[in-house]
């Protein structure tokens, strides 16, 4: 594009070319890619962008998703309406160890995020043979996440070092890797949040309600507003479930992950209360406060 016309494009429209430019490098430089997607709003985003960019093709790679067995029901639902009108192949993989155990986010503590997540990521991208996987991960969500390059390059054993990463400069990436290497690659590494949901009114962009402010049954547990989302939940001495407006910023496994106060049905609203807001979207997630398993220490063995 002509630096002339660069210069008029809006914030939204920069962030857009520069998530469709790595988008395309990646398909035209490696061999075997393939899209983790949660069904979050930042994999909503991500696949809007993967049909924009390779339209009026579907996206040249397929979905991922490594299910714990744990997430909201609704998430379910919108990931696989999402896989179906984007007309892409959705992989669903499912740590065979973890099954059999029994692994819960109750009982297992950190074990639940390396058997299910971790493990499980690994152990996909070995099966299907991919040599690069795209993920949602902002910098701007946690700190370890604000060092990575937007190109990961991962070892034979998908550990990270973020003591040896390629330099970035002027957008240039260098793809070349061993034949043993793999890359995470982050199209939305630049945004915020705030740009997520700007951009996700800007081109109606689908999401799963569960962003969106509703009556769900609540018990306050470790500081977190959880929702019961189904009855695997265990209610504890004295819990009572209570009926509150809530909605999230962040969605993960739903005994792991907390709601937030809200009365924001729309996104306008929901991007009204991003302009207020003075906490981290992440406060809400369990994992993020497992202090003797850091989210870096995650990464460097093979977390997303």
Not at 46 to 70: E, N, R, V, Y
Not at 99 to 125: C, M, S, Y
Not at 154 to 169: C, F, G, K, V
Not at 227 to 253: A, N, Q, W
Request: neutral net charge; hydrophobic residues 40%; aromatic residues 10%.
């Amino acid at each position: 594009m002509p630096a002339a016309e660069i210069r008029h494009l809006t914030h939204l429209q920069r962030l857009e070319a520069e998530s469709i430019q790595i988008l395309r490098e990646v398909v035209a430089e490696t061999g075997n890619p393939v899209m983790l997607y949660s069904a979050g709003k930042d994999s909503a985003c991500m696949l809007h962008l993967a049909k924009k960019a390779f339209w009026p093709a579907p996206p040249p790679f397929p979905l991922l998703h490594i299910d714990t067995t744990w997430k909201f029901s609704a998430m379910y639902e919108a990931r696989d309406k999402a896989a179906k009108d984007a007309g892409v192949e959705l992989l669903v993989h499912r740590n065979p160890d973890a099954v059999e155990r029994g692994i819960n986010p109750f009982d297992h503590g950190t074990l639940h995020t390396d058997l299910w997540k971790t493990e499980g990521l690994r152990q996909a991208l070995d099966k299907f043979g991919f040599d690069v996987a795209f993920g949602g991960a902002r910098r701007d969500e946690e700190k370890s996440r604000a060092k990575e390059r937007i190109f990961s390059f991962r070892a034979a054993n998908h550990r990270w070092d973020p003591r040896n990463q390629r330099p970035e400069l002027w957008k240039l990436y260098n793809v070349r890797k061993a034949k043993d290497q793999s890359i995470r690659v982050f199209p939305l590494s630049n945004w915020t949040e705030l740009d997520v949901w700007e951009y996700i009114q800007l081109e109606g962009i689908e999401v799963v309600p569960l962003y969106f402010a509703a009556l769900r049954p609540v018990v306050e547990r470790n500081g977190l507003t959880i929702v019961i989302d189904d009855d695997r939940f265990p209610l504890g001495p004295g819990e009572l479930p209570e009926m509150k407006s809530v909605r999230f910023r962040t969605l993960g496994c739903y005994p792991l992950t907390g709601a937030v106060d809200s009365e924001a049905t729309t996104v306008p609203q929901v991007i009204q209360e991003m302009l207020t807001a003075t906490t981290s979207e992440r406060q809400g997630r369990a994992i993020d406060r497992e202090g003797g398993a850091s989210m870096e220490t995650k990464k460097q063995v093979g977390y997303f």
